[in-house]
Each structure stands twice: as structure tokens, then as C-alpha cells.
């Protein structure tokens, strides 16, 4: 190959246009407006679709229902409702503490299931993650109405326990009851719980282990004092991914949870349908949000300052 | 095994605790396929026999295809949508130095955590108060909320799973950031794109709690369902169905966890220069 | 600008938020020029190059390309072209799409592009390659396609991002020679990035040394290890043993200086004005220093001194030397003979002597 070869087998022309347009310029000069250019329209979606509903929501949680109508001047009288009839703030409570209690169930034990993938499956991993992540990605309300037929009245424990003949009547409980919505809730949320987990312990660098190990640790210790803390952010996400969405469910207590189950969920989606209240059940929406917010921010605090006196 | 590490050696009884778990996870959702082919009305043992019929009486309801088809039709129009803005928001994520990053990708991916009984009825408020009529189109506005951030998540481990060099290096060959989207960007993200576009499809198909609050006079398949769960004769109809649904379902996203294999989870595979 | 200037850096400055990657660098290239930015990770070198080739913008400053203002001009509109760190070759094409890719807008019929494609490949000492896929590749044909891909379209510059840092000892140092022999060939000026001091002083003309984001010295490879003009320029190309010292006399070129361990001294300023009591740093590298048994006949420049401890390493020896008065001991590297192997043992004192060329006189820290 010579210096010849190449320039001559070259068209003159190859050389890049010096012409730049305007708006090419200004392109290039702003990386920013590019990438902004970029994302504006999915966030003016979600802008639109969320925030604005989101601001009527609070607008007409100060209106009041009226017969078929709302009046619209500003009104405090359904906040001052929810917090003087006790049926709201023990529904609300009652909503929390059963999705606490989902909650750090799933947590609890989804975690060693999330330990057992990221530290002792090494071949085909990928498969057991799909394995349980898999229920996930079904229908909420198909997985919900799948325990209805275990837990039902004449389910599948009940027909079982009579059938080997250990009770004679079908047990009540187990349908139409707080634990029937708890099990069900932490059930359906499992994988939400696992994913954010095994993410945060397959990152913990293996040499950290040997390390304490070597340091003296055996694996108890070294599990409190490495592998936890290190896999607490995980934990945290989990909690939260589990806890705000379950608060608002209302599919699972108005499927299992009967009377004594019903959720806040129940009497928010009443409001709007058969209550015919909608400022009410506006106002419901609100004041589930604020304290979810509150709650989570309690929480996330409360983890770092237990986070802080374990190192 | 020798090749085990101190580690990672073995541990019998978590190894219990995990078959017993999956069997747990699973169990469940599988009685629906055995008593959709039990021939009894109830969901009761012993079994009484196999029967076919559920699934047939299945087949001359009119309303359910009514209802399969809004729900296809939905599922199609928001799974194209979120999947093409999704393409375009992973990129301004994980290709640009934007101030706001942070809180712009967690407003985004709010829908994940937030109540979605919230979002249904703000959007049903507002709705109203627009005097827009609930319809197939409402439902889909619903479903492109809960949607989109599916799409964002599986799209952004795909982008940042290849190197930024190999745009940079179409940029220095002379493409501008159109052609360079066509060559280089759109082949090496596709099963991204393809996997996203079967994620949201399978979201917005199973979706209830916003479609309840946003369905008009046509019913997706959940709200359906749901409507159906009050007749205890409709119940073995319903749990033939809801077989179909889940069998359906399954194999939708282990599809397109297997086109997207290799970007899973943020993968570990980081990028950047000096 | 300079009148002969291919590429003309003006005082370029870049901030990544607060962080200054470029502090004020002014460089001019010539046409054809093998021109190298050398530094350590972070050093604002590889920052650089990407604003050549248009991925970054100058916070402050411009830079010409062939008298043309490049500051509005995008990557895909500038007349250089990019061999990027890992390649970036493009996973989904195979060779001959990945060498064509940047002809697509020069519509030229699909046979004159293949014509093209094929004299890269035979260029690159790839023939027959053009149907692989790029992951079949190893690490040194990788490097070969990016280089065929980039220089296919006869840009005015290439650009070299460590091209040569993912392939093992021996390829690099035989990629390095036809890396030379190639821009030779096709005479189109190289901008080369490197950490690594040996193979930019092997293959630039002129070399840049940067740290911090400010270039340290500019100069050809002799000159930066002849005549550094700093101790951070001189310890970061070679060893070099530093020595402190302070004027006692100047006259013209000439001067006097005391230094420590060697004693007083004459010595030759390079082109740097100095003053009585002055103090300065003296630097001498290793191979300067001649090593006898005897004390030579030139009493003014030698001292003597004790082998502390000495390293063999076949060609050449390493000596490190304890001479009175140091805290430090001072490397000395000689060419091994018979008479070298004597020195190892450190039991008899042995004598090293140096001339006046071979003192560089710095600055003191």
C-alpha cells in the first residue's frame, strides 16, 4: 500500500460539508436543550396526567357533595368530618397497619429467598429470578380471586380439612377476615419484595465477606455486621415498594376481607361509586397520601439513624 | 462441589426454604387451572371429574370477546405509546448530563409506588370535570401512567448497557443524531424495545384498578371479571378464563425476558471514559 | 494564530460543573504532525481530544481546524475523525459495513464503496476480512477496523484515544511501529492520547505533557527528556535523580553552584536568567553519571560515594548510591561489562563523575 492509493481512490467530495444549519449549531451548542428535547414528551404526559389531576383532587377535596352536585366554595367541613367521625380514622388505621403488616411479612420472608439467589445460585440465576418474579407480571386481580378459591368457604383448605375429615364445618375465618387480606397482600407483593433485595446483595462485593471472615467473623456475625447493612437499601426500597401501593389496594379486602377486613381503598372507591361522594372521597384520597408521606419519611429516617449505629 | 468457595458453599437448609417458597408462590394461582377443568360448580375437593365445559360455555359468550378485544385494543395502543416515549426518555436519561435528573426520573416512576386507586381517581375528577365521557380512550390515558415507567425501567439498563462510544463513533463518521438513531442506536437497543413493547402490552392487559375507575360503557377483560365474580354460576367460566389469561401471560413475559436477557437489573457492565 | 498552525487550540478552558477538566491551554499542531497529549488519568488529556472531535464544547476559548472556527461546528460536520479507547466498533455490523459506515453520505455506487472498503482492509493487513462480525475479532484487529473505519473518509485530523492501552505488551509495541509506518503513509495529522510516557516519546514528533488541565511543557521527545522544564515534568518522563542546590557565581551561560552532595559545581543555564544566592534544583538522569573504580582525572565533577544497593536487569545495571551528605540515595544506570560487575558488592567506595551537559538546572519546588 502506498500514500498514493488511498488519495487517489478517494472522491474530492469526501471531505464533510462545511455548511452547518442554525438549528444544528444551536443543537450542539446546548447539550442540554438536546436531551431535555429528548424526555419533554413523556414528562409533559406525565405532567398532565398526573399533576393536574392530582390539583383538582385537592380542589375538591374543600368542595362539598350536594345531592347529585358539589358545591364549590372552599369548605373545610370534609376534613373536618374524616377527622371527627371515627369510622375514617379507624379505617385509615386499620389500612395501615394491615399493609405494615404485609408488609414486613414479605419483607421478612422474601429476604432469605433473596440471599439464597444472589449467594448460592450460580448456574441458570437468571432463570431462578424469572422464577420468582414471574406471578408478578400476572394479573393482580386473577392472583387476588386465586386465594378467594383457597381461602374460600367451600375453598380448597376447608373442603380439604373436611374431606380428610379433620373439621366437620367450614372454618369462617379463614375467608372475610384481616388475616385472609394480609396473607393474600403479602403474597401478591412477594416478587416487588425480592427484586430491589437480590439486587442490593448480588452488588456486595464477595472479597467484603472473606474479609470479615478472615477478620475473625464467623457467618452469623459477619452476616449482622456485612451483609445486612450492606443489603439495607434494598431492604428499604422493598418496604416502601410494598407498603404505599398496598394502603390504596381495594381489590383484595373487597374480595377476602369482608367487614372486619375492608380497607381505606374500600371507602374511597365507595365514595365514588355507590356513596356518590366524591369531595369526600377526594378529601379520603388526600389524607391516605399524607400519611403515607409521613409515614415513609419516618421510616427512611429511622433507617438511616439505625443504619448509622450498627457502623 | 470443589469449585465452591468458603462463601459460597453450600447451605442445605436455605435450599429447603427456597423450593418450599416457590412451591408456596406458585401454588395458589395454579389451583385456577385445576378446578377450571373440575366438573363442579364449586372450588371444592375431593374433585368430581374433568370436564371441557367451562371452557366451552367460555366460547359463546359474547361479552367476554366484546371485552378481550377492547382490552387487546388498549393493551396494543398503550404498549406501542409507552414503549415510543420510553425509547426516547431512556435516552435522555442515560445519554445527557441533565441538572434535574434525579427528581425528573422519580416523578416519572412515581406510578410504580403510589396507590394507582389515587391516579384512577384524579384522572376520573378531572375527566369529569373536562366533561370528557370515560371511554376505551380514558382507559388508555390511565394505562400509559402505569405504563410508561415499565417501559423506562426495561429500556434504561439497555441503554446503559452499551458503551456511548459507539454513538459518539457514528457522530465522528458524519452521522447526524437522526441517522445515527436509525444505525446505530434503534438495532442495538431492539430487544429492549421489543421487550418493553411485551412488558407494557402484558401490564396494561391485566390491569384493574385503573380501568375500573376509567371504563366507559366497554369493559376491558379485568373489569369484566370483576362484574362476573358477583354470579357464583359465571364462577367456573371465570376460572377457565382467568387459566387462559395467566398461561397467556406467563409465556408473554418469558418472552420477553429472553429477548431482553443480558440487560437485566441495571446489569454490571459500567461505561464512562476519564 | 500562528501562520503554519493546522490546529490551533486557543486558550481553551472546560468546566464540568465546578470541576476544571482544560485550565487555559494554547497549543498549535502542524499539518501532518504526529502530535501527542500525554498525562495521567485525569490529567484534562482525553477531555481535550474529545472537544477536537466535537463531543465536548469549550467553556472558554476556540479551536481551529485548517483556519476554521469549530466551536458551532458538530461532531458530524468536522473534518477529523476518531479512534475511540475500546474501539466502539459496532457490534452489529460486520467488518466492511463497519469500515463503509461513514460513506453512506457520500452516495457512492455499492461497488466503488466496496473498492474502498477492500484497499482499507489490505491497508490494515486485514484482507479477506470483510464478512466477520465484530465480536469474532481479537483486540488487536479490532484496533486495525477502527483505524480503517476513521481514515477511509481522509479526515484532515485523527484522533487516537489510547488506542493502543486494551492490548497486551508485545502487540502494542508492534502496533506502535505500524501505527508510525501508517501516518507516514497516509500523511494526515495524528492527535494521540496516552499515558504512556515510552510510547509517546516513541512515536511523536511533539509531545504535551499535561497535569491538572494545564499543559506542564510542550516540546519534542528529546527536549522533554533532555531539557524538562520542571521536576514534574522530569520525573514523570524517566527516572531522574534531583539534586538541591544554590548559585554561587554567574557569568553569561556560565555559573557556579554549590550543590548538595556533589559539592560546588560548574554548571550551564538553559536560557533561564539567574541571580547570586539564587536557589535551584539540579537534575541528572540516571545514565548521566558515569561509575568508576578510580577516581577520574577530572577532580571538579566526581565525587565519591557507596553502592547500597544495585539491581541487574541483563543489559543494564542499577545502582543506587550513597554519597555524603544526601539523605537519598542517587540512581545511576550503567551499561554492564566486566568491570560493572565489581561494583555490586559495596565493600570499596567507587566514583561518579558527570559533565556539564548533562546537569539541568530547574526551578527550585
Known amino acids: 500500500m502506498s500514500e498514493q492509493s488511498i488519495h487517489t481512490s478517494v472522491p474530492a467530495e469526501l471531505a464533510p460539508p462545511g455548511k452547518v444549519g442554525r438549528l444544528s449549531r444551536l443543537m450542539h451548542r446546548s447539550e442540554r436543550a438536546r436531551g431535555y428535547g429528548l424526555i419533554a414528551p413523556a414528562l409533559t404526559f406525565m405532567l398532565c396526567a398526573i399533576l393536574l389531576p392530582f390539583a383538582i383532587l385537592v380542589v375538591m377535596s374543600f368542595w362539598t357533595a350536594t345531592g347529585f352536585d358539589f358545591d364549590t366554595s372552599f369548605s373545610l367541613e370534609n376534613y373536618k368530618q374524616a377527622l371527627e367521625r371515627p369510622i375514617y380514622a379507624a379505617l385509615l388505621e386499620r389500612s395501615l397497619w394491615m399493609s405494615g403488616i404485609a408488609t414486613v411479612a414479605a419483607v421478612v420472608l422474601c429476604y432469605p429467598m433473596a440471599y439464597f439467589v444472589a449467594f448460592h445460585v450460580h448456574r441458570h440465576k437468571m432463570f431462578w429470578i424469572i422464577l420468582m418474579t414471574l406471578p408478578f407480571w400476572t394479573s393482580y386481580l386473577l392472583r387476588v380471586f386465586a386465594w378467594k378459591v383457597v381461602l374460600g368457604y367451600e375453598g380448597v383448605i376447608n373442603s380439604f380439612l373436611i374431606s380428610v375429615g379433620l373439621i366437620e364445618e367450614p372454618l369462617e375465618v379463614l375467608l372475610y377476615s384481616q388475616s385472609a387480606v394480609i396473607i393474600t397482600l403479602a403474597h401478591a407483593w412477594a416478587a416487588f419484595a425480592i427484586l430491589p433485595m437480590y439486587v442490593s446483595l448480588e452488588k456486595i462485593d464477595r472479597s467484603l465477606l472473606e474479609a470479615a471472615t478472615d477478620l475473625g467473623d464467623g457467618p452469623v456475625m459477619r452476616f449482622l455486621r456485612v451483609t445486612l447493612p450492606l443489603s439495607l437499601p434494598g431492604v428499604i426500597s422493598a418496604s416502601l415498594l410494598i407498603f404505599i401501593p398496598t394502603t390504596g389496594d381495594y381489590i383484595t379486602p373487597a374480595l377476602l376481607g369482608g367487614p372486619d377486613g375492608a380497607m381505606i381503598g374500600n371507602l374511597i372507591q365507595k365514595m365514588f361509586g355507590p356513596i356518590n361522594n366524591w369531595p369526600m372521597g377526594a378529601t379520603l384520597s388526600i389524607l391516605l397520601m399524607l400519611c403515607i408521606s409521613v409515614i415513609c419519611v419516618l421510616f427512611i429516617l429511622l433507617t438511616l439513624f439505625v443504619r448509622r449505629r450498627i457502623s | 462441589m470443589s469449585e465452591e468457595s468458603y462463601i459460597h458453599r453450600r447451605n442445605r437448609p436455605l435450599q429447603i426454604y427456597a423450593v418450599i417458597f416457590l412451591i408456596l408462590l406458585y401454588v395458589p394461582v395454579l389451583f385456577l387451572p385445576l378446578f377450571s377443568f373440575n366438573d363442579s360448580l364449586y372450588t371444592t375437593f375431593p374433585l368430581t371429574g374433568f370436564t371441557l365445559k367451562w371452557y366451552e360455555e367460555l366460547w359463546t359468550r359474547d361479552a367476554m370477546w366484546a371485552a378481550l378485544f377492547n382490552s387487546i385494543k388498549v393493551g396494543l395502543f398503550v404498549a406501542a405509546a409507552s414503549t415510543f416515549l420510553g425509547i426516547f426518555a431512556a435516552k435522555a436519561i442515560t445519554r445527557y448530563r441533565l441538572p434535574g435528573r434525579g427528581p425528573i426520573v422519580g416523578f416519572i416512576m412515581l406510578p410504580l409506588v403510589i396507590p394507582l386507586i389515587i391516579f384512577g381517581v384524579a384522572l376520573l375528577v378531572l375527566l369529569s370535570r373536562l366533561g370528557v365521557p370515560l371511554s376505551l380512550y380514558t382507559v388508555s390515558a390511565g394505562h400509559l401512567i402505569v405504563c410508561l415507567p415499565f417501559a423506562i425501567a426495561t429500556l434504561i439498563p439497555r441503554f446503559e448497557g452499551f458503551d456511548q462510544a459507539i454513538e459518539e463513533a457514528s457522530a465522528d463518521l458524519g452521522e447526524n443524531g437522526w441517522w445515527t438513531f436509525w444505525r446505530v442506536t434503534l438495532p442495538m437497543v431492539f430487544p429492549g424495545v421489543l421487550a418493553s413493547f411485551i412488558l407494557t402490552f402484558t401490564v396494561s392487559f391485566d390491569e384493574f384498578i385503573m380501568a375500573f375507575f376509567l371504563t366507559g360503557t366497554q369493559p376491558t377483560l379485568p373489569v369484566y371479571i370483576w362484574g362476573q365474580l358477583r354470579f357464583p354460576q359465571s364462577f367456573p367460566s371465570v376460572l377457565a378464563l382467568a387459566s387462559i389469561i395467566i398461561a397467556v401471560s406467563f409465556v408473554m413475559v418469558i418472552l420477553s425476558l429472553y429477548i431482553n436477557r443480558g440487560a437485566q437489573f441495571g446489569g454490571t457492565k459500567g461505561s464512562g471514559h476519564d | ?365
Open chain 3, 1 to 365: 494564530m500562528t501562520e503554519d498552525a493546522y490546529i490551533s487550540i486557543r486558550n481553551v478552558d472546560k468546566y464540568f460543573g465546578k470541576f476544571q477538566a482544560v485550565d487555559d491551554v494554547t497549543i498549535d499542531i502542524g499539518q501532518g504532525e504526529f502530535f501527542s497529549l500525554l498525562g495521567s488519568s485525569g490529567c484534562g488529556k482525553t477531555t481535550l481530544l474529545r472537544m477536537l472531535a466535537g463531543f465536548e464544547n469549550p467553556t472558554h476559548g476556540e479551536i481551529y481546524i485548517d483556519g476554521q472556527p469549530m466551536s458551532d461546528v458538530p461532531p458530524h460536520h468536522r473534518p477529523v475523525n476518531m479512534v475511540f479507547q475500546n474501539y466502539a466498533i459496532f457490534p452489529h455490523l460486520n467488518v466492511r459495513d463497519n469500515i463503509a459506515y461513514g460513506l453512506r453520505k457520500h452516495k457512492l455506487p455499492k461497488a466503488k464503496r466496496y473498492e474502498m472498503v477492500d484497499e482499507m482492509l489490505d491497508l490494515i493487513k486485514l484482507p479477506d476480512y470483510g464478512d466477520r462480525r465484530a465480536n469474532e475479532l481479537s483486540g488487536g484487529q479490532r484496533q486495525r477496523i477502527a483505524l480503517a473505519r476513521a481514515l477511509i473518509l481522509r479526515p484532515k485530523v485523527l484522533l487516537l484515544d489510547e488506542p493502543l492501552g486494551a492490548l497486551d505488551k508485545q502487540l502494542r509495541e508492534q502496533m506502535q511501529l505500524e501505527l508510525r509506518q501508517l501516518q507516514r503513509t497516509v500523511g494526515i495529522t495524528f492527535v494521540f492520547v496516552t499515558h504512556d510516557q515510552e510510547e509517546a516519546l516513541t512515536l511523536s514528533d511533539r509531545i504535551a505533557v499535561m497535569s491538572e488541565g494545564r499543559v506542564l511543557q510542550l516540546d519534542t521527545p528529546s527536549g522533554l527528556y533532555e531539557r524538562p522544564h520542571s521536576r514534574q515534568v522530569a520525573s514523570f518522563i524517566g527516572t531522574m535523580n534531583f539534586f538541591e542546590a544554590s548559585v554561587k557565581g554567574v557569568q553569561g551561560e556560565k555559573v557556579d553552584i554549590s550543590v548538595r552532595g556533589l559539592g560546588d559545581i560548574a554548571a550551564r543555564t538553559t536560557g533561564q536568567s539567574l541571580a547570586e544566592g539564587e536557589k535551584v534544583q539540579v537534575a541528572v538522569r540516571p545514565e548521566k553519571f558515569v561509575l568508576t573504580a578510580d577516581q577520574p582525572g577530572t577532580p571538579s565533577s566526581s565525587v565519591p560515594g557507596i553502592v547500597e544497593t544495585s539491581a541487574y536487569l541483563g543489559e543494564r545495571s542499577h545502582f543506587f548510591i550513597r554519597l555524603e551528605g544526601l539523605d537519598q540515595t542517587v540512581a545511576v544506570s550503567a551499561q554492564n561489562s566486566a568491570g560493572t560487575q565489581a561494583f555490586g558488592d559495596g565493600s570499596k567506595p567507587v566514583w561518579l563523575s558527570w559533565t556539564e551537559d548533562s546537569l539541568v538546572l530547574l526551578p527550585p519546588e
